[in-house]
């Protein structure tokens, strides 16, 4: 694990307990103890932290009730899913059905909560398709389904977008392999997929160590989106489903980092 996985992964679990003990992070970390205490050194330098006896806690104040950022209680930077889901919504639809198609009946997938994601739903009922998903909606829109079976992490869930996310490695991820990962992602640019979240993107990123091929669904908006934490680099991912208002510029830097454009008509 790199230095700035390490990292990725302390402010997720500082974000979502709020406080960790450092034997906590001995446990669920595949580093020394003083690599650990190098990297919370850092942190801490940076702001990002704040060192306190037994181990570290966020520096993020606590919400207008008292009560400290925990599990749903913290909001996920970002648009909210409801509001989220409103904009571009042809293209979303478009883009959903034509990742739908890249589907094969009768395997395991998994589908990354986001409001393009959510748009495969209605189009893979006669697959017969395992799908791990962490969207309580794309739950909803599969629940239905005779033929699709649905697990989902454990984890806490986070309201307004709707997701269950947990920032503990394995400890929240079923024992689950699968061909495909279908994910959205807030901006594309030549760094890679980003998110705004940092425990988004420790969960994405669990996510992709257990599939074979990446998909990412994004409209045309996202190419000038502002950027955030990367995700993981453009040569790791396989596959771009988006709509015909990308840009020939855009097209070319993807291609050329090896990805495969598919535009939604």
């Not at 990412?216 to 790791?236: I, Q």
Request: proline share 3%; net charge negative; hydrophobic share 45%.
């Amino acid at each position: 694990m790199h230095a700035n996985e390490r990292e990725t992964m302390i402010l997720g679990l500082v974000a979502e307990r709020d406080f960790i003990s450092f034997s906590e992070l001995e446990r669920s970390m595949a580093a020394s103890p003083a690599t650990i205490r190098r990297d919370l050194t850092r942190l801490a330098q940076d702001g990002h932290i704040l060192r306190v006896r037994g181990g570290v806690k966020s520096t993020q104040p606590v919400n207008g009730d008292g009560a400290a950022h925990l599990g749903g209680t913290r909001r996920l930077l970002g648009v909210p899913f409801q509001e989220n889901q409103r904009l571009h919504r042809a293209e979303k639809e478009a883009i959903g059905k034509a990742a739908s198609k890249l589907c094969i009946a009768g395997e395991a997938v998994m589908i990354d909560g986001g409001s393009t994601t959510v748009q495969m739903c209605p189009h893979i009922a006669s697959l017969g398709l395992q799908v791990l998903t962490n969207s309580l909606h794309i739950v909803a829109g599969l629940i239905d389904q005779a033929d699709t079976r649905i697990l989902v992490p454990s984890g806490a869930v986070f309201a307004e977008q709707n997701i269950i996310l947990s920032a503990f490695g394995d400890d929240g991820m079923p024992r689950f392999h699968a061909p495909k990962l279908f994910m959205g992602a807030a901006s594309v640019g030549p760094l890679g997929i980003m998110q705004l979240d940092i425990i988004l993107v420790a969960s994405e990123r669990r996510f992709i160590d257990k599939a074979d091929e990446i998909i990412v669904l994004v409209d045309s908006s996202k190419f000038s989106a502002p950027a955030g934490h990367v995700v993981c680099e453009l040569d790791r991912i396989d596959t771009i489903v988006t709509d015909k208002g990308i840009t020939a510029e855009t097209r070319n830097m993807l291609e050329k980092a090896g990805v495969r454009v598919v535009v939604a008509e």
